[in-house]
């Protein structure tokens, strides 16, 4: 077989001893080497010509190299081009030590991108982050807002445009490869990964994901401007029961699906029926079981239902180690995910060993050389269909868009869109920004991008630091108040320092919130807020005249207490690095327009709701059913939900943050 220059070396040569050139003339070649270029590399041809051709140059070893994604962190470039890995990924905190740049990122890929084209056969590799609100793993990139807010605007044109511009910044770092969108439909919202669906109903799941799907995939996957979009994670994720997660510490996350097969087609299945039928070419895999058994071997799921029934014929992608979780012992358990419908292995550490274990698998029979082939047909269309051996490489002229101010104000308009007006006592909202008046301003949010960015930041769990430029809601509200009013701000509500604010104000603003947190580290079994931020909101009641209450979180928190001292309360949820977009909705400068995409909990004790007999009266009745959701002008006599609110906290008064049991 003739070796053909890799892609990356790839140039007409010349020969300058003409001579030698008229001497080649004469001489009669071998058949092989008078081949024209392989037919793989003519994209006059059709993909599956082209697949077929490339498929039958590879040896197994080459083969497997394509099923294989590891992270970053535990592969160089060099074991890229020596084990032809088909994938390499950035996970959360992925990004390139000590340059956290776009040019660093840049660099990064390119040079494994490089060491792919530099095999024998020169097949680029796909690149991969989880973008999951914007290309967050960049310092500098925009910081949208995550799919909670989304779900409570319910705008479908905003979801593709923010896919769209997120595709092009990651572009312009060279990436190709998005593990987006959340398919989730979570039921019970102690979930650590509530934040990432779009809310409860599958419907408007479908709707959101089906626009996020389309804006970073565009019409056309093979365009210069478009990335492979991931509908994830395959499937019944968000309906883990509680108490059933295998991870130390967790409760819900990675647990067991205990439904019956309607319900997992009707609830959670669903939204990949439309994600299918309209382009998904790739799928990850949940780590959750559907009674009991693993995702990640679940043969009747991934080949007789997405496969079969769903037509799908993109790849299957693990979730991170997820296939190691099919059985105890690591070789059965690759050989029976790879049977399951599993093409391409998720190894973050090491690549050698899933190499190893499926060569073995197919020497032992265990794995054949059809599924093999099948795994690595399945892969290697989506690439020809992105059109990677064409263009290999991001965009450079894409990097002024990364964290452009275009980008930022479309950020700003839907942080706008995602808030959801709760209650709104006496006009308390809008705030009057000329007037003049003595502000107080508490809580751990206030003055935080990391807090309102949440998890998948920068750092897979996020942070509380400012990791990343933005806008701060505290920020805002400076900007936004008129120089008739006195601002203070201590996030505790002491206001101990020597500029010490009086002891009563006219309005009094606490921005409060969950600390980041991402997957099992979010589990939670009682929805509080911190104590700190409970006793900020009770500190600030007692000295002003009005109080109006914004809550920064990934989910419903149970809020009762702080909702009966609050004149007004609003749900910003994780509005990402645009926290003036929160102020121009408190400033009246944007209409409050969101609802509430999960039912509001009164209390744990309701969890998981029976969301197909939910009472609607009496104090078993939720705080909040999904779809509400304020307007200003509204009063409050039209909501029967804050009156039923009032009447339950006067009939069981909850405890003050002071009375809590907390260690």
Known sequence: MTRWPSLATRSVRTLSIAGFVALLALV???????????????????????????????????????????????????DVERYAIGAVLSGGGGYPPGDNTVAGWTAM??????????????????????AVHGHANVVGAVVFPHNVGLGAADDPDLVEAISRATALEMLATGIHWNYAPVL????????????????????????????????????????????????????????????????????????????????????????????????????????????????????????????????????????????????????????????????????????????AATLRAVERGDVTLERIDEAVANILRVKFELGLFERPFGDDALQASVGSDEHRALAREAVAKTLVVLKNDAAALPLRADAAQTVLVVGSAADSIGMQSGGWTIEWQGSTASLTPGTTILEGLRTGFGPATTLHFDARGRFERADAAPERAELGIAVVGEVPYAEWFGDDATLELSLADA????????????????????????????????????????PGSEGDGVADVLFGEREAVGTLPYTWPRSVAQLPFDLDALPTDGCDAPLFPRGYGLRYGDATDVSPWLTLAAHCAAEHPSRTASGRNHP
């Open 109 to 130: 890929v390119r040079g494994y991108q490089e060491a792919a084209l530099a095999t024998r056969l020169g097949i680029p590799l796909l690149y991969g982050v989880d």
């Open 28 to 78: 009669p070649l071998p058949a092989a080497a008078q081949d024209t270029p392989p037919a793989y590399l003519d994209p006059a041809l059709g993909i599956d010509e082209r697949v077929a051709d490339l498929l039958e140059r590879m040896t197994l070893e080459e083969k497997v190299g394509q099923m294989t994604l590891i992270e970053r962190g535990s592969i160089g470039p060099a």
């Open 184 to 355: 989730a439909v979570p039921r019970d919202i102690r979930w650590g990964r509530t934040y990432e669906g779009y809310g409860e109903d599958p419907d408007l799941v479908t709707r959101l994901a089906l626009a996020a799907q389309r804006g970073l995939q565009g019409d056309d996957l093979a365009a210069p401007d478009t990335v492979l979009a991931t509908p994830k994670h395959f499937v019944g994720d968000g309906g883990t029961a509680f108490n059933t997660s295998p991870i130390s510490g967790g409760l819900l996350d990675r647990g067991d699906t205990l439904v019956d097969e309607a319900t997992l087609r009707r609830v959670h299945l669903a939204p990949y029926v439309d994600a299918v039928a309209n382009g998904a070419r790739s799928v990850m895999v949940s780590f959750s079981s559907w009674q009991g058994l693993p995702m990640h071997g679940h043969s009747y799921l991934l080949r007789d239902v997405l496969r079969g029934e769903l037509g799908f014929d993109g790849f299957v992608v693990s979730d991170w180690a997820g296939v190691d979780d099919v059985a105890r012992d690591y070789d059965r358990a690759v050989a029976l995910s790879i049977a399951a419908g599993v093409d391409m292995n998720m190894v973050p550490y090491d690549h050698r060993r899933f190499i």
């Open 535 to 574: 006793i900020a909101v009770e500190r600030l009641r007692a000295r002003v005249d009005a109080l109006v209450v914004v809550l920064v979180s990934g989910r419903p928190l149970v809020i009762e207490h702080e909702l009966h001292l609050a004149d007004a309360f609003v749900a910003a949820w994780l």
